[in-house]
């Protein structure tokens, strides 16, 4: 009896991406890879770029989506503060050709639903909007916090949670509320694990059952992670070597 194929959804976080060379060669490289590993679909997790203005920032944003483009599977982007140190977050989207996108949002794949959550707000509930933040005072705001929570009920699946910021400990690479969002993460009892970006390390803590890993920065040569959703649940490759069983 044939074995099904398990699912494969590529991560990147991180990539800092200026325009030169050595970021063009490295994101160009990271895509080839997932292509030949007939991925199905990809997250890029926050901080796509350095911008220097609004208008440098629009062009690498664009730049950046041209090079994603050449995924033969679904993309999902999200942003990181320094995608918003000069855009607001419908700016973002729409320089990566993806207007009325959301800054957070849900997919199921793979037998698995996904919950990409957005905690670039400052603690007061403001969303970060062309600098007005500190990045080291990120938090989820409450309406999100219902909205996850919401997600978290409905859903008849086992979880994944991605969030740019980290959940897992505090830190200054954590946002404020972590231990807010991990109980509900908790409570739900559906989450099997939490990938987080933002830190530029890799990192895994086991907190009541979920496993909570924080992803290495691609600007860093960190290659592709891959998450591998099976019969057997959900291992975690870089650069095709597995790395983790989570």
């Not at 503060?81 to 977050?89: F, G, I, T, W």
């Not at 959301?102 to 037998?111: D, I, P, Q, T």
């Not at 939490?194 to 909570?212: K, M, R, W």
Request: with cysteine; hydrophobic share 40%.
């Amino acid at each position: 009896m044939q074995t099904a194929k398990p699912t494969r959804i590529g991560l990147l976080t991180d990539l800092h991406y200026d325009g030169g060379a050595k970021a063009m060669n490295r994101l160009y490289e990271s895509v080839a890879t997932l292509n030949a590993g007939n991925i199905d679909a990809m997250v890029v997790m926050g901080d796509l770029v350095n911008g220097t203005s609004e208008q440098n920032t629009k062009r690498l944003l664009r730049e950046v989506s041209a090079l994603c483009d050449a995924f033969s599977g679904q993309i999902w982007f999200m942003h990181g503060n320094h995608d918003l140190d000069y855009l607001s977050k419908p700016q973002f989207y729409n320089a990566l050709g993806r207007a009325g996108d959301r800054s957070r949002f849900h997919f199921e794949l793979g037998g698995y639903g996904f919950i990409c959550i957005d905690g670039n707000f400052r603690p007061d509930g403001t969303e970060y909007d062309c600098g007005n933040f500190e990045w080291e005072t990120a938090a989820v705001p409450e309406e999100q916090l219902d909205w996850l929570r919401g997600r978290l009920a409905a859903s008849l699946l086992p979880v994944v949670v991605i969030s740019h910021q980290r959940i897992d400990k505090a830190c200054t690479h954590a946002v404020r509320n972590h231990a807010e969002v991990r109980e509900m993460i908790s409570l739900s009892g559906k989450v099997r694990a939490v990938f987080q970006g933002h830190n530029h390390e890799d990192d895994l803590l086991q907190i009541d059952g979920t496993s909570y890993y924080t992803l290495s920065a691609h600007k860093d040569d960190a290659g592709p992670a891959v998450l591998e959703l099976g019969a057997k649940g959900i291992r975690l490759l870089r650069d095709f070597h597995l790395s983790e069983v989570v």
